[in-house]
């Protein structure tokens, strides 16, 4: 038995046999957008930042009860020169925002986000001076992923709705999904009433009145002169 016996369209030679039945063609039509949209929701990057409680549920994802490999997301990358997904997974501190902003601005485009847990998306329980409230101050987030922590199915989904968002993507459009203002960035996408709810006195607490000499001012505007 040689190889023209066992092809795929059940012929038993090379000219009646074939994937497409003997005739059939050797080609296939498709759209550009398709296939490089299937080519990079199948082969996902991720670069695990993982600071807190949420980190477990991630390494608990990748391993053999979830396998994150079903999605072609095996090879965590820990360069985030060759990442394409970041994954923040936990609280992050003011003083380790700089490093996750120098992170996301060193992984090639195109790149997505997950904020995953409550404390990524939002600062969680930590409403305190230290702490980020949401990472989308610093970098555009794509997905948040809900939950304290969150169980690895939820980051499971929160990755199937990137690999969603890629599919529906073109290069027709590729400066508008990829392109980042200057003046935008680390900067909430809010309104201005929006924001004022969000930083009033039950809202975010490192952006409410402080007292400086009695006086009230906003925080980072620095202490009010006095004559």
Request: net charge negative; with cysteine; hydrophobic share 40%.
């Amino acid at each position: 038995m040689g190889l023209g016996d066992i092809l795929p369209g059940g012929g038993v030679s090379k000219s009646e046999g074939g994937l497409f039945g003997a005739g059939g063609p050797t080609f296939l039509t498709t759209k550009l957008d398709f296939v490089i949209n299937w080519g990079r929701a199948n082969s996902l990057w991720p670069m695990p930042f993982g600071t807190a409680c949420c980190a477990i549920e991630m390494m608990a994802a990748a391993a053999s009860n979830f396998d994150l490999a079903r999605f072609g997301m095996e090879r965590m990358s820990f360069s985030p020169r060759q990442a394409d997904v970041l994954i923040c997974a936990g609280r992050v501190p003011y003083k380790l925002a700089p490093v996750l902003r120098r992170i996301w601005d060193q992984m090639p485009q195109p790149k997505w986000c997950v904020s995953m847990g409550a404390c990524a998306s939002s600062g969680g329980v930590f409403d305190v001076y230290s702490m980020v409230q949401g990472i989308d101050t610093i970098v555009p987030v794509d997905v948040y992923v809900p939950g304290c922590p969150p169980r690895p199915e939820g980051l499971i989904y929160g990755l199937m709705m990137i690999q969603e968002k890629i599919r529906q993507e073109s290069l027709g459009k590729h400066f508008e999904h990829r392109a980042e203002d200057p003046a935008d960035v680390a900067r909430p996408e809010a309104e201005e009433l929006e924001i004022v709810g969000l930083t009033g006195p039950f809202g975010n607490s490192t952006q409410q009145d402080q007292l400086s000499d009695g006086v009230a001012v906003r925080a980072g505007e620095g202490r009010p002169k006095t004559s």
